[in-house]
């Protein structure tokens, strides 16, 4: 309202519009139940994975062309994946340290799941451009994301409100915090480059081990170490080599 931008958005942009927003809360929803199925920093490293799912949703829809450094870091980044999911045909049965295999495994394979969406929530974001205002991205990412709640929730029998005092002030502030770093997504891509955003995203990875340690009390295994480094270096590599190619195509055509 307070930019006067429709709510519906540009007419040639609203199938766009739409997709970003089913694909963002369901990556979002994914995330979520990973969250709940498997230590926060092995859920956060693995939808970290998304810049490899990227490189290869661009190369298919917005016809970008895929170097072999692409390949060689999306190797980093697959590495990274296996060694924090642990899959029991690879390492058996009883190779993690979680209570439940079983629920790491259905984690695992939400977050990477998650990482898809994400993956193409980008894709999307990056044929919209600037022709779409940014808030009206994530106004509806908001309304898509709160009626597909709304639909599985009485699908699944799960609607009702937690009866703890304190459990409901955190999923207000889940809801805040979450529309929050979505905004700050969004804007960061408008006023930077892709690269340095995605960056500066890794440190969300620094961030999910140090509060897992501090408020969780879990202290992560060498192999999640292990693999998030993988997926580190295979995101920030892709970034700073995107990031390092546009910024020569700039200078040669300024030239």
Request: with cysteine.
């Amino acid at each position: 309202i307070f930019y006067r931008i429709g709510f519906l958005g540009p007419k040639d942009q609203r199938i766009f519009l739409f997709l970003r927003g089913l694909l963002g809360s369901t990556a979002m929803i994914l995330l979520y139940y990973a969250v709940q199925s498997m230590p926060l920093a092995d859920a956060t490293v693995i939808t970290f994975s998304s810049p490899a799912f990227t490189c290869i949703f661009a190369c298919i829809f917005l016809k970008e062309k895929c170097k072999i450094w692409d390949i060689v870091f999306m190797f980093f980044t697959i590495t990274g994946v296996v060694l924090i999911a642990r899959p029991p045909f690879l390492f058996g049965s009883n190779n993690s340290f979680e209570d439940d295999d079983s629920d790491h495994m259905k984690g695992s394979i939400a977050a990477v799941a998650s990482a898809v969406c994400a993956s193409l929530t980008l894709v999307v974001l990056r044929k919209m451009g600037k022709s779409v205002h940014y808030l009206l991205s994530i106004w509806f990412y908001a309304v898509i994301g709160l009626i597909e709640c709304v639909i599985a929730l009485f699908v699944i029998g799960a609607w009702s409100l937690p009866y703890c005092g304190i459990d409901r002030w955190l999923l207000v502030f889940i809801g805040i915090l979450g529309l929050g770093g979505q905004a700050f997504l969004v804007k960061a891509l408008h006023i930077e480059k892709a690269g340095p955003v995605s960056v500066m995203r890794t440190m969300d990875v620094v961030f999910a081990f140090i509060f897992q340690a501090l408020f969780l009390d879990r202290i992560p295994t060498w192999l999640t170490i292990g693999g998030a480094l993988c997926i580190v270096a295979g995101t920030a590599g892709t970034a700073i080599l995107n990031w390092y190619t546009s910024s020569r195509k700039a200078k040669g055509s300024n030239l």
